[in-house]
């Protein structure tokens, strides 16, 4: 393997141990950087479902603490247009540089999803998107958008 191909594997190796390791700390974390396009209708590695969940290195990740709304299954418009906006706008966040991410209390939700906080620094991305009208605080139930 070129000297060239290394580095990325390596981070790669190292991100996804950190990633999946189990962690008696609840607050470990990991750095990923990277543009992130949004899912198409192809495998999902490293893409962005919606809002609040996403793909990295092939591990589903629900982002902790918002909740967005669906753009599978919106209930009215009103839902659908706010859903694709939390979508680009997550994209966009995560596309603009690296950012951590960071376990909490629970490490998966009851979908097997990865739960996780989103920081940039001392940025919470997600508090991000509460701020722009595009998420709520997640408070453990769903709210609707209709």
Same mark, same amino acid.
């Given at each position: 393997?070129?000297?060239?191909?290394?580095?990325?594997?390596?981070?790669?190796?190292?991100?996804?141990?950190?990633?999946? !390791?189990?962690?008696?700390?609840?607050? !470990?974390?990991?750095?990923? !950087?990277?543009?992130?396009?949004?899912?198409?209708?192809?495998?999902?590695?490293?893409?962005?479902?919606?809002?609040?969940?996403?793909?990295?290195?092939?591990?589903?990740i629900r982002i902790a603490?918002?909740?967005?709304?669906?753009? !599978?299954?919106?209930?009215?418009?009103?839902?659908?247009?706010?859903?694709?906006?939390?979508?680009?706008?997550?994209?966009?966040?995560?596309?603009a540089g690296a950012f951590?991410?960071?376990?909490?209390?629970?490490?998966?939700?009851?979908?097997?999803?990865?739960?996780?906080?989103?920081?940039?620094?001392?940025?919470?991305l997600g508090a991000r998107?509460?701020?722009?009208?595009?998420?709520?605080?997640?408070?453990?139930?769903?709210?609707?958008?209709?």
């Open positions: 393997m070129p000297k060239s191909a290394l580095l990325p594997a390596a981070f790669s190796c190292a991100f996804l141990v950190l990633l999946l !390791s189990p962690s008696p700390a609840p607050a !470990s974390t990991a750095t990923f !950087s990277a543009p992130i396009p949004i899912c198409g209708s192809g495998p999902r590695v490293t893409c962005i479902v919606d809002g609040d969940t996403f793909w990295l290195d092939g591990n589903k603490d918002i909740d967005t709304p669906e753009v !599978s299954r919106p209930r009215c418009e009103q839902e659908k247009r706010l859903g694709k906006a939390a979508t680009r706008a997550l994209q966009g966040l995560l596309s951590t991410l960071q376990r909490g209390a629970r490490d998966r939700d009851r979908y097997n999803r990865l739960l996780r906080t989103i920081h940039r620094g001392p940025i919470n998107l509460v701020d722009q009208g595009l998420a709520r605080p997640w408070t453990g139930s769903r709210q609707g958008w209709c």
